[in-house]
């Protein structure tokens, strides 16, 4: 059983081989891609099931006794199809830095403080107009020693999941007006300022709420001219 996927638009997405983003020098193919066709269980299953996903899970502020450091905000929008239709059912999951820029992980051990009450972890399912919404802090800036001086801009890695294993997309939201944007090769590598843009989230006065979170709203298009850039391993 062979299925085709759309062709996706090459221009949209990161290159494999962008020496700025060093890491990408070793990681990127030196020879042609092979191909294997996906069989038919890894395309119909397993999938996550929505029991798995509980209530609170989208509320990161909320997994320990106490309130996580930082900046509130509501990380909310849509994910889409070509034609601007929702997109249902996704098991959207996010995973990002405390409000000082340090992740829960044994490999980032920079000199910025873990917070006791904040993993940076949280999932949700998309609803029946495609819709999600998380609660969150916002994730500081940290070093990343890609050269010198190099520091991360701000921002939270998505993951959607589509109906089995192989079919999932990986991408990272940024803020607005963040000045660390146009030193961040792992946001400039993706050449087409346009589809570069569409990573940044969007200051959503209408979702802040008063005294509590401010909000800011990113829309995920899966494939098409608006398509999200995504990133893809070699
Ligand atoms: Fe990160």
């Not at 081989?17 to 269980?41: A, F, G, N």
């Not at 920079?110 to 916002?138: E, M, Q, S």
């Not at 007006?177 to 989230?201: H, K, Q």
Request: proline share 10%; with cysteine.
């Amino acid at each position: 059983m062979t299925l085709i996927f759309p062709k996706e638009s090459l221009a949209v997405f990161p290159k494999h081989l962008s020496p700025d983003y060093r890491s990408t020098v070793k990681r990127s193919p030196s020879k042609p891609l092979i191909i294997v066709p996906h069989t038919l269980s890894e395309l119909t299953g397993p999938v996550y099931g929505h029991n798995a996903v509980q209530e609170g899970d989208a509320d990161l502020t909320k997994q320990h006794k106490g309130e996580p450091l930082g900046e509130r905000i509501i990380v909310h929008g849509h994910v889409l199809d070509e034609d601007k239709r929702p997109v249902p059912d996704t098991l959207v999951e996010i995973w990002q830095a405390n409000a000082c820029g340090r992740y829960v992980h044994n490999v980032d051990q920079h000199p910025a403080p873990l917070d006791p009450n904040f993993t940076g972890a949280g999932r949700t399912i998309t609803d029946k107009k495609g819709y999600y919404r998380f609660i969150t802090v916002k994730p500081g800036a940290y070093p990343w020693r890609n050269h010198p001086n190099a520091w991360r801009a701000a921002h939270i890695h998505f993951s959607l999941f589509g109906r089995a294993f192989t079919q999932r997309l990986v991408t990272q939201m940024y803020f607005p007006g963040d000045p660390l944007l146009p030193y961040d090769p792992m946001f400039t590598c993706i050449e087409n300022e346009a589809a570069r843009n569409r990573l940044v989230s969007a200051f959503d006065w209408e979702s802040t709420i008063p005294e509590q979170a401010l909000g800011y709203r990113f829309d995920i298009v899966l494939r098409g001219r608006e398509e999200t850039p995504m990133e893809k391993m070699p």
